[in-house]
């Protein structure tokens, strides 16, 4: 006799087709306020663009992260995906942009490794 056959049940995510187009709404409206200064008296239209498309991006990526853990709650094969999707992009342009500027040896790992924007400790200690 054979074992058994077990399937495992997996709800499929819902596709939300609208919400790639809002994507790409708050995407143009992050990049129009950098690429498109207008000059001072349109300064504060681009700020309002950069806010309300960063906004709009960090709502709906929560919103679909969210919902992708509840459709597939496992959270190491989450942050295995996250890694993978992210890292590679990030490491060949911070390899780019270090070998246009050739920081020193230290400043480049600390970019390739995520923690330059970390404020020193002696920053923290006020902080605390």
């Not at 143009?28 to 498309?53: F, I, K, Q, R, T």
């Not at 990526?61 to 094969?77: K, M």
């Not at 342009?93 to 404020?119: C, G, I």
Request: proline fraction near 7%.
């Amino acid at each position: 006799m054979s074992a058994p056959v077990v399937k495992s049940i997996k709800h499929s995510m819902p596709r939300y087709p609208v919400l790639d187009g809002w994507r790409g709404i708050s995407i143009l409206c992050v990049l129009a306020s950098h690429m498109l200064p207008l000059g001072p008296a349109a300064w504060d239209l681009n700020l309002a663009a950069g806010y309300l498309g960063m906004s709009l991006f960090f709502t709906l990526s929560g919103f679909l992260i969210t919902t992708s853990l509840i459709f597939r709650l496992d959270l190491y094969e989450f942050a295995i995906r996250r890694v993978i999707r992210v890292v590679p992009l990030a490491w060949l342009y911070v390899a780019v942009v270090l070998s246009l500027q050739l920081p020193s040896f230290s400043t480049a790992v600390a970019h390739l490794l995520f923690y330059a924007n970390l404020p020193p400790s002696s920053t923290m200690k006020n902080l605390l």
